[in-house]
């Protein structure tokens, strides 16, 4: 039985009817940019083939409930949800982060239909892959799309098109393109999960094709489509998941935003964006940035340089400035910002002692993943002496595997039930193998809305300006 068909069969099995339709959003590494998206810098992520999938069927009324192949069937059925429940300060849980776009969207006009939906994940959660914005743009196409399916928008989007998320039929001011559903995705995290993100991964998720990395402009949203292609040149992307969970909500994570922004305020800019390290060096000889908050701003300043340095070598084919960069990010994101742990800097060590190109923390930090860039054939071998040096630490085992770079979200065909298939057939689980590479197929696989390239087409380089 597929995955497809296996989630299907768990949502009949829990709702007793099939599901109007089935969404997968990947999730996504960053190669470069970490914590400028918020600064309204430069980022570097690509959709990864590891992701969050929904099923989901209209209800009769306009009520809301949410299933996870995680919990049994069989067991108490969720609560179903009314619209005065959802929303700031009364979602909760992961359910937020669905509630949460079902909440946004009707704030923002959409006439969302009642639903019942069933998520499956085989992304870990709280290893800094995006879990969470990949859930919110899963369940956003799976809303748009159904609220518009009785006008003909019934049919999915393809990954590069937004025309199934346009929601044919209503009210203009309802439509959405895909950047419009990534600011409703942070817009849902701000507000009502507590998170205050950036934009990039809901971005990432949405905008990703498979063979590029996503180069965007935070502040103007521009986009634009990179050749990136491991696979091509005998390179594999591994993630070593440190297992150290993460909590960004409510963690030190807001103390960082909130450090760039009194630094960006002293400086006289709106966003540090605007600033260079030259600038920084002068606010804080003069005393007018202390010690810390120059750090935490020097990191954003530094990083964005990075990013602009990896996208200008991509656009030539040119891999070798990418391990320099990714090492200067990491020492960045150690030592000025302070957001790795002791798991990532011996993930990130012992994969570049090991033979990896380059290695980093990725994600928002405290916790999480690493990202290598490894040659094939010393995969195995990187992911041995990360889980070894794991071991002489006295760390718990980490989970290592490798991905791919993807297209970003989609709808799914809904399949009939193959023939003789049980409806109570579990649903495959994450196959995550702890201290070796994952035997995964790694080839190659082909409102507010912000200015953007569109994806049926290739992008054309983005014109920077720093200030």
Known sequence: MTLLHAVTAAFVER????PDGVWRA??????????????????????????VVVAAARRTDDGFRCWSTRSAAGGPAPPVHRPSDIGPGRSTGWAAYAEGMAWVLRDQGLAVPGVDLLVHADLPAGAGLSSSAALEAAVGLALTDLAGAGAGAGAGAGAGGAAAVAGAGLAPAARLDRVGLALAGQRAENEVVGMPCGIMDQMAVLLGRAGHAL???????????????????????????????????????????????????????????????????????????????????????????????????????????????????????????????????????????????????????????????VPVAAAG????????????????????????????????????????????????????ISGSTERRNHGRTRAAAGRHLPLHR?????????R
């Open 381 to 432: 071998a990187v992911a041995s002496a990360v889980a070894d040096a794991f071991a002489r630490n006295g760390f718990a085992p980490p989970s290592v595997f490798a991905v791919a770079v993807s297209d970003g979200a989609t709808r799914l065909a809904c399949p009939a039930p193959p023939s003789g298939a049980s409806a109570a057939e579990p649903v495959p689980r994450p196959d995550a």
């Open 458 to 466: 290739a992008a054309q380089p983005v014109a920077v300006e720093r």
């Open 215 to 373: 180069f965007l402009d935070t502040r103007s949203q521009h986009t634009e489509l990179v050749p990136f292609d491991p696979a091509a040149l005998g390179l594999t992307l591994l993630v070593l998941d440190t297992r150290v969970k993460h909590t960004l909500a409510g963690s030190p994570y807001a103390e960082r935003r909130r450090a760039c922004e009194r630094a960006a305020e002293v400086l006289g800019v709106p966003a540090l964006r605007d600033v260079t390290l030259a600038d920084l060096e002068a606010a804080a000889a003069d005393a007018r940035l202390d010690e810390v908050t120059f750090r935490r701003a020097r990191h954003v300043v530094t990083e964005n340089d990075r990013v602009l340095e990896v996208v200008t070598a991509l656009r030539t084919g040119d891999l070798d400035p990418v391990g320099p960069a990714m090492a200067g990010s990491h020492r960045s994101l150690r030592d000025d910002y302070e957001v790795s742990c002791a798991e990532l800097d011996v993930a990130v060590e012992s994969a570049v002692a090991a033979g990896a190109v380059a290695a980093r923390m990725t994600g928002g930090g405290f916790g999480g993943s690493a990202l290598a860039l």
């Open 26 to 51: 990947p999730g996504r590494v960053n190669l470069i940019g970490e914590h400028t998206d918020y600064n309204d810098g430069f980022v570097l992520p690509v959709a990864i083939d590891r992701s």
């Open 15 to 18: 709702a007793g009817r099939r």
